[in-house]
């Protein structure tokens, strides 16, 4: 056994039962004799990979069968392993979780034309509601190999990096993984788009060392005034993630200005209650005067749709302005690793109440997940491909906002969505009656933009039965273009 298993052995130790403990220990030799004599590209023993994989999980808090899956996960596509045989040796469970991350890996996500990529799409959602582990090993496997993409061809280099910003960093980040997802970026950011990546590189570089300077006094004036109160913290400073960066700079209203970006450095304040965070809140305003025009943005009285939480605040400090961060310890994981961090807290309460299901380990999307069951809704209802392409790259990996209903309900539209879709997202029969609305209590057209944080409510007419045809002008998601298109259809 390498020294470099035994020290992951260690980690997993923490969190796993003896038993399971086994049973990793019986993968990875079982990967290891059937990579035998394989090399990577760059020369190492194969063996290094899906070990780096496993590595990646264990960081995540993943369950056995993930890191299991992990180490296995190339053995039947790379090491000639059938799936009978993996199937005697592990069981079920882990077969399919290795088959699965196989499936995905076969998929040719940059099909030439628009079909092929649309089926290609719907395989992996259908493997990935299935059972989301999948998509957590594979997310780790393209991770690893982000390392060491700069041993391929350019030409491939290219068109997995373009694929990692495409599809499984929009997955991680609707998995609720930011973190995840930005490093998953960054790593693919210099393949993508090399010119762009060096000059964004130059010119911010001393930006980034004088705020790097700047957040140490930051960090030791905050520290200071929270003891004061009595409140336990830990203070981060953390850079805006270059592709982020990037992103935000092509947005019209910011114009390539990069005096515009008020998130480029924050401070991240992490509390052990929620109550602690508001204190914090409290006395960082104390400290420095926030920024009118920003405001705070309360993400824990009103998470974001896919469950993030967490306090927002920009503030003046020594002439620049600064973000701030406040959240909870838990809120801090969960931001980082989204699911991987419920299922982790789950399991968790579950031990403590020794319930025997923990060991089956199966790993069905929860309510914060509920995009991934829309997901496999809109396949169900969607009868042509083209206009399953279009729902999904303009409906769910594309700029959204978040609107939230009168009783407080969070709604996640595309960009420049208007009280129409609102109305059809809410419920079909709404949208059908849907005679007017009112945005933060005022009265606008059906064809109002909606902007993130606004409270949308509509006003029926419980006569009218139909939608009208000239909302199809302005209407910004799927579902409501469809639901309007049948009423034609059927009169
Ligand atoms: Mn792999």
């Known amino acids: 056994m390498t020294e470099r298993f035994k020290n992951l052995l260690n980690k997993i130790k923490v969190y796993q039962s003896i038993e399971n403990v086994t049973l990793i220990e019986k993968a990875f030799v079982f990967a290891q004799k059937a990579h035998e004599g394989q090399k990577r590209i760059n020369g190492k023993d194969f063996i290094v990979h899906p070990l780096g994989v496993a590595e990646i999980l264990v960081s995540w808090h993943l369950d ?10 190339d053995v039947v596509e790379d090491g000639g392993v059938t799936l009978e045989r993996l199937g005697k040796e592990f069981g079920k469970d882990i077969t399919q979780l290795v088959n699965g991350v196989t499936k995905i890996g076969e998929i040719k996500l940059r099909g030439t ?55 499984y960093a929009p997955l991680a980040e ?57 409140i336990k913290a830990q203070v981060n400073g953390r850079q805006k993630h270059l592709y982020s960066l990037f992103k935000k700079l092509y947005r019209p209203k910011v114009n390539k200005d990069i005096n515009k970006i008020y998130d480029l450095m924050a401070l991240r304040i992490i509390v052990n209650t929620i109550e602690e965070c508001y204190i914090a809140l409290g006395l960082i305003h104390n400290l420095y005067k926030p920024v009118p025009s920003v405001g705070v943005r309360d993400f824990i009285a009103q998470p974001k749709p896919n469950g993030y939480q967490s306090i927002h605040t920009n503030v003046f400090a ?8 406040i959240r909870t310890r838990k809120m801090h994981e969960e931001a980082e690793n989204g699911i991987a961090a419920h299922w982790y807290y789950a399991q968790q309460k579950m ?97 109002f933009k909606l902007k993130s944080g606004q409270v949308v409510e509509i006003l029926t007419d419980k006569n009218k039965k139909k939608p009208s045809t ?17 009423h034609i259809h059927s009169s």
């Open 174 to 230: 609707r998995l609720g993984m930011g973190e995840i997802k930005g490093q998953l970026e960054d790593m693919a950011f210099p393949y993508a788009e090399p010119e762009k990546y060096k000059h964004l590189k130059k010119q911010t570089a001393s930006y980034y060392k004088q705020a790097s300077e700047d957040i140490k006094d930051f960090k030791r004036e905050v520290l200071k005034n929270l003891v004061t109160k009595g």
């Open 351 to 447: 031990k403590k109440v020794d319930n025997p299901q923990i060991k089956v380990g199966f790993f069905a999307p929860t309510e914060k997940m509920s995009w991934v069951n829309e997901l496999v809704q809109w396949q169900k209802e969607i009868v042509g491909s083209k206009e399953f392409l279009d729902s999904l790259k303009f409906d769910a990996l594309n700029h959204r906002i978040f609107v939230f209903s009168p009783k407080g309900d969070v709604y996640d539209l595309p960009a420049d969505a208007t009280p129409v879709d609102f109305a059809y997202a809410v419920h079909s029969d709404l949208g059908d009656q849907c005679a007017g609305a009112k945005v933060d209590g005022r009265m606008v057209g059906l064809d």
């Open 64 to 73: 056995a069968g993930s890191i299991m899956a992990g180490l296995l996960h």
């Open 318 to 325: 020594r002439g620049r302005i600064i973000e701030i961060q």
């Open 113 to 167: 034309d628009d079909d092929i990529f649309v089926e290609n799409l719907r395989k992996m959602i259908v493997v990935m509601a299935h059972d989301l582990r999948v998509i957590l090993v594979k997310l780790a496997d393209r991770y690893h190999n982000l390392k060491t993409l700069y041993v391929l061809p350019l030409e491939k280099q290219k068109r997995i990096a373009k694929e990692t910003l495409e599809v």
């Open 470 to 486: 000239d909302w199809l002008n302005f209407v910004m998601t799927q579902q409501a273009r469809r639901k309007i298109a049948k």
